[in-house]
């Protein structure tokens, strides 16, 4: 295998999607004289960002004129279960005006209020209809807004390039390895910085996951293997209303347009569980209703499992076609149902990664020169659970401190370079795969058991024994991993090749899933221990903390930062 | 209440899917694979596709990522057609194929292959770049994010459906003109073009038109319509490829490219004789100079065959001519008063 060598760069971006792009385009902006590269396993325009369709919170007060920067911050601390840190939600909420008017003023086309200003809407666990949005394809125009204002700026990109490893010596980062796709040869980026924004992991869960195949938590899992910790990986969000049959999200705009959940007795259940928000209750409140429902027999049937109803009918055609489109096609293609004459099929299907690479505010991480954002970064501001609405923010308001801080800081770090020996190393590991005899065990299905166990024992109701089987079964996979056998031996757009290495970082992450919500004896937010079905503040209002160790995963603890609020009883 | 529960989900078919091969490092020229699986109903091509690859044959590269037709990775020629395999049903596919049970599926065409299913979207970005894809704001950066643009629900209404383009290149795929010229601008980035340019909130409209009235650029599409029946978001492409030639004739006349200048023409000879005076219409359309270098051997041959069509002053009016006129005023008028309560 041959080597590339590129000459040193200032910024190394890791992710085209919305986090990588505001970082890039910030750091141009913030010193136009850097040498910033950005590395995307995929086109830019094709990151998941695309996939979000509700909205991004923003107190602009268009539809409602007494909301404010305030309670937008009290509904995340109260929504994350008072497991947010406080100092970043205020930095979240506070910057949530001024980020959703620039993109405004870059070409984001917002849908309009009648008095031309940006349309806003109600969401689940908002006070105020305060979720800014383009139809149902908000996550899209801001994806597109990005990658055009990028192209316009000459950021230069390396599509296609599928990050291993960063290079690190003592307690500092020289740069990144990274596999050009195209041509199958392993390039290296030395670097003064590294910027992860790969997005999240909840793709583990596989079938049972809203998340593009892509989403395998590569930042993460490459940051891990660096020894920078994870924070609070075992919450992970379940969406409550995935389609039945592929996961694929019915949006939370769909419940804020006025959408009902009905069992198959024809009730509006969530009365039973939040009786004044309803249908608008936070997600992770919701999904447990579901699932309740379901475990409790007043689920529908059908072959491809029980499911509940999301109904629109009675919104009426009109409105469905122009604020719900989308959702509408999606339904048809791939569920066979038009929501505008019959009920949607939903059930909960997993959906956004809370956890991920421990930051500070600016998005720093223990190791100097290395920053994350996005959802693969946990800073904290969706501490137990994350509102909806608040993670197109999150991408927004910290890949734009990502891109201003790491601009800002390179110059105080050496220009790393990295070793023709370690290159080989990468490359060595890789091509062990491929040709040792000894190499059987089929990616296909270790991803599927993964899947399966992770939905079964590490899903929405939790508890001790089943958690136990849980890391068993992921210790048994990641053992299984070592034979692998990658199939396609081809240099050139190996896809097969790509798919093992998403898998064995999907396989890192996932100890850290099961062994935090192992440890954490308590329920909060998303985490719900059937076996300890309170929050216990005395014992568990802290962040965990997962570092490997000696390859396995070693749990430590970190503080919350409070503020001005006091730990209070969560209810809707 | 009860619910109907999915009768047809066992119903299971055999399907050949004869797959487009070309791995550049060792083979000289493409093949077909045929890889025969059951398949349910309800199953999309991608998911086919994923079996195929799992379980059957890992060599097999396409590009796939959201599986929910947001992303736009996984277009591809399925039986002929460029779409999205994620969205695109196995069985809605067959009872349309020609051949029973069997499911053609080849890399998009007019781009670059690369290898199996997948092709370089590189010239397609560079083409974006070129045409200036993006709203140059007549803010200036110093003092955004302080307030926004006031924006009515009638501008948004104009580049909503355009900013559902997922960048697929289906029609990019599907586009004759592409096919004979590379350099072609390209459906998807008209449309591109377009959003931006009927955007009150972009700089660059003029020197963005001026860029696309140039060769290779918009005179060049010739209406085939492929592109906007195969868009998998369903946008109105030609639409937007209207507008923009609306748009630059009434900024900057009838004077950039042979195109225009051919529209022209034509418009002038059926006003004038309700029918074509073809015989000058390339001298109109290219300029003297071009004619005599492209069309001269042409012309002699045609004369020697006794081909050449009538010269002017022998093109007589079409029967019925004043019927017509006043017709063809009437028209023109309506266009007129309908751009301009168009444009408000």
Not at chain 2, 4 to 16: L, S, W
Not at chain 2, 30 to 54: A, C
Not at chain 2, 185 to 202: E, G, H, I, Q, W
Request: hydrophobic letters at 35%; one cysteine or more.
């Amino acid at each position: 295998m041959r080597f590339e060598r590129m000459k040193p760069f200032d910024i190394v971006i890791v992710g085209g999607g919305g986090a990588g792009l505001y970082a890039a385009m910030e750091a141009m902006k913030t010193n136009p004289s850097l040498n910033i590269a950005v590395l995307s396993k995929v086109y830019p325009n094709r990151s998941h960002t695309s996939a979000a369709q509700g909205g991004a919170n923003a107190a602009l007060g268009n539809k409602a004129k007494d909301d404010t920067v305030e309670m937008h911050i009290f509904d995340t601390i109260k929504g994350s279960d008072y497991l947010a840190d406080q100092d970043a939600v205020d930095v979240l909420c506070s910057e949530a005006p001024k980020i959703i008017r620039e993109l405004e003023n870059m070409g984001t086309p917002w849908s309009r209020m009648d008095d031309n200003t940006i349309a806003q809407r109600p969401f689940g666990g908002a006070g105020r209809p305060r979720c800014c949005y383009c139809a149902d394809k908000t996550g899209h125009t801001i994806l597109q807004t990005l990658y055009e204002q990028c192209l316009k700026k000459g950021v230069i990109f390396f599509n296609e390039y599928f990050a291993l490893n960063l290079s690190v010596k003592g307690s500092r980062s020289r740069g990144l390895v990274a596999i050009n796709m195209k041509t199958g040869r392993l390039e290296a980026f030395p670097a003064r910085t590294v910027i992860f924004a790969t997005g999240g992991y909840a793709k583990m869960y596989w079938n049972r996951s809203s998340n593009a195949a892509g989403n395998t938590g590569d930042g993460q899992a490459i940051a891990y293997r660096a020894g920078i910790p994870m924070k609070d990986m075992e919450f992970v969000q379940f969406h409550p209303t995935g389609l039945r049959k592929s996961g694929l999200l019915v949006t939370e705009g769909a419940r804020g347009e006025g959408g009902y959940l009905i069992n198959k007795n024809g009730e509006r259940f969530m009365a039973r569980y939040a009786k004044e928000k309803m249908e608008l209750g936070p997600r992770d409140l919701v999904s447990r209703s579901l699932e309740t429902e379901i475990l409790e027999g007043r689920g529908f049937d059908s072959p491809a499992g029980k499911y509940l109803h999301l109904d629109l009918t009675h919104l009426g055609a009109d409105l469905i076609k122009s604020r719900l489109p989308q959702i509408r096609e999606m339904c048809m293609q791939f569920e066979g149902v038009d929501p505008i004459e019959e009920p949607i099929p939903v059930r909960p299907t997993a959906h956004y990664s809370m956890g991920g690479i421990d930051t500070d505010n600016f998005t720093r991480t223990v190791m100097s020169g290395v920053y994350a954002a996005g959802e693969c970064a946990c800073v904290s501001v969706h501490g137990a659970n994350r509102l909806g609405g608040n993670s197109l923010l999150d991408i927004l308001v910290f890949g734009r401190i990502a891109g201003h801080t790491a601009a800002e800081e390179a110059g105080r770090f050496e220009p790393g370079n990295i070793s023709e020996a370690e290159l080989q190393l990468n490359s060595d590991e890789i091509r062990g795969s491929m040709h040792s005899s000894g190499h059987y065990e089929r990616y296909g299905e270790l991803r599927e058991e993964l899947g399966q166990t992770l939905a079964l024992n590490v899903g929405i109701f939790r508890e001790a024994s089943l958690l136990k089987k849980g890391m068993q079964d992921i210790a048994e996979l990641r053992e299984r991993f070592k034979r692998v056998r990658v199939f396609d031996t081809s240099d050139v757009f190996n896809t097969n090749l790509l798919q093992v290495l998403e898998l064995r970082n999907m396989l890192d992450l996932a100890e850290t899933v099961a062994a935090g919500a192992f440890a954490r004896e308590e329920s909060r937010g998303s985490h719900t221990r059937v076996d300890f079905p309170v929050r216990d503040d005395a014992k568990w209002h802290k962040h965990t903390m997962a570092t490997m160790v000696k390859g396995n995963v070693s749990l430590g603890e970190k503080p919350v930062t409070m503020g001005r609020y006091e730990l209070q009883e969560r209810t809707y | 209440m009860t619910v109907p529960i999915d009768q047809h989900i066992e119903q299971k078919q055999d399907v050949t899917f004869r797959i487009f091969r070309f791995n550049p490092q060792v083979d000289s020229k493409p093949y077909f694979d045929d890889y025969t699986i059951p398949v349910e109903r309800g199953i999309t091509v991608l998911r086919s596709l994923n079996y195929i690859k799992e379980h059957i044959d890992a060599s097999i590269s396409f590009r796939a990522f959201c599986q929910a037709g947001i992303c736009g990775s996984c277009g591809m020629r399925i039986n002929g057609l460029s779409q999205l395999a994620c969205t695109t049903q196995v069985w809605e596919v067959l009872a349309k194929s020609r051949e029973p049970g069997l499911i053609r599926v080849e890399p998009l065409r007019n781009l670059p292959l690369i290898k199996d299913l997948i092709v370089d979207m590189d010239p397609l970005v560079d083409k974006m770049k070129h045409y200036s894809n993006w709203i140059d704001s007549t803010m200036p950066e110093s003092s955004m994010g302080k307030k926004e643009f006031l924006i009515s629900e009638e501008e948004f209404l104009r580049y909503d459906k355009a900013t559902d383009c997922i960048l697929c290149a289906s029609c990019v795929s599907e586009c004759s003109i592409l096919r004979a010229n590379k350099e072609y601008v390209s459906p998807a980035v008209l449309l591109k073009s377009y959003r931006m340019n009927v955007d009150t909130r972009d700089a660059l409209h003029g020197q963005r038109l001026a860029e696309l009235v140039k060769d290779h650029g918009v005179w060049d599409c010739t209406h085939c319509y492929r592109c906007q029946e195969t868009c998998v978001k369903s946008i109105p492409i030609m639409d937007a490829i209207h507008g923009i030639r609306e748009d630059a004739i009434e900024l900057r006349g009838l004077k950039d490219t042979s195109g225009s200048k051919h529209a022209e023409a034509f418009m002038s000879d059926i006003e004038k004789k309700g029918k074509l005076v073809e015989a000058t219409l390339p001298i109109r359309t290219n300029g003297v100079f071009w004619t005599i270098q492209n069309l001269l051997p042409m012309a002699v041959k045609m004369i020697m065959k006794h081909r050449t069509p009538p010269p002017p002053p022998l093109v007589k009016p079409a029967k019925g001519i004043k019927v017509f006129r006043e017709l063809f005023r009437e028209m023109t008028e309506h266009v007129k008063q309908d751009h301009k309560s168009h444009k408000k």
